[in-house]
């Protein structure tokens, strides 16, 4: 296999508290490679948006990188200067956030915030930059870009804004897109649009992409690999197609089973028992063995490994042999 685009090593980020110190993402591996979609999943607060938001060094204060590595070409971004990271973040590595209102500035036209990527790296000149940015608010589907591009973001539905988003995110034709959850705040329908511009873009711009969700269906149609995320760790890693077919981990089976099933009669949803544990006093052993079915007493005293169950099938968990 070829070498990753983008691989993290041991990344842990915290966050320090009044109560102690929240491990946001606590020592996470894994690697994406060139043309793929990676899908990072897990319910909210485990970690996912975090771990977007270290690769770009955008964390905010209180917030630290505590140790690790993203290699991003085999170049560590932890280690370069914060203007060398200005010149790859927007350029090489672009990121569409959750919310495009609180996202695009509100006192500036859509046609200027689209237009600020290629300003800052790109040597054009404004004709070029305005015709620029109209070929890509068309290929994002926004209608008479031309007179659009002057409107603000109250003036765009929710659905247009996203668009905008995407046009500016790939309007420097990176290598590597962040997609932070973005149709979260999207109807069904609207999310099934943009799902399909960012599917179709990728092909376009030969994109490798990180798609960050908790939608299980979102993750069967858009990945061709999938990390599963429970409380600041990755406890599971595989192929789209074999995850679903033959999921190891007992915390990726619950989420399996959370999903209603049309062609069976339920009267209520699975839950999964339990509470997610506290980041500040977290277990000494796995993270998972209070709401865990199958759990043993080393659970209970040591925190499994990430390791290679079978198929290139990656599972944190003692009920499957080390190979």
């Known amino acids: 296999m070829d070498d990753p685009l983008l691989s993290v090593e041991g990344l842990k ?189 990728k092909e376009e711009f030969g994109l490798s992409v990180l798609l960050i969700t908790h939608n299980m269906g979102v993750i069967a149609d858009m990945c061709d690999r999938v990390a599963v995320m429970y409380a600041g760790k990755i406890v599971e890693v595989a192929e789209t197609k074999e995850l679903f077919e033959n999921p190891l981990h007992p915390y990726t089976r619950g989420l399996m089973m959370c999903l209603p099933k049309l062609n069976e009669k339920q009267e209520r949803l699975y839950s999964i028992d339990g509470t997610v544990p506290n980041l500040v006093d977290s277990p000494v052993g796995c993270y998972f063995y209070n709401r865990c079915k199958q759990a043993s007493k080393q659970c209970l005293t040591e925190k499994p490994p990430l390791h290679c169950a079978e198929n290139n099938h990656l599972v944190a968990c003692f009920s499957h042999q080390i190979k």
Do not use: W
């Open 13 to 201: 980020t915290y966050f320090p508290t009044r109560y102690g110190t929240v491990k946001a993402v606590d020592n996470i591996d894994f690697k994406v490679f060139k043309g793929e979609t990676f899908g990072l999943i897990g319910e909210s607060g485990c970690g996912k948006s975090v771990t977007a938001l270290s690769i770009v060094r955008l964390i905010p204060p209180p917030g630290n990188i505590v140790s690790g590595k993203v290699l991003f070409k085999g170049k560590n971004l932890f280690k370069i200067s914060e203007e060398e990271m200005r010149s790859i973040r927007g350029d090489k590595i672009s990121i569409i956030f959750q919310d495009p209102m609180t996202s695009l500035n509100p006192v500036l036209n859509i046609g200027y915030q689209v237009d600020e990527p290629l300003i800052f790296h790109k040597t054009l000149g404004k004709k070029s930059i305005i015709d620029r940015t109209l070929e890509m608010l068309d290929k994002v589907g926004i209608p008479l870009s031309s007179s659009r591009r002057e409107n603000y973001p109250h003036q765009f539905s929710g659905g247009m804004r996203q668009r905008a988003m995407i046009a500016m995110a790939l309007n420097c034709d990176p290598d590597f897109l962040i997609a932070d959850e973005p149709t979260t705040a999207l109807d069904v329908t609207i999310q099934a649009q943009i799902l399909e511009l960012i599917k179709g873009l």
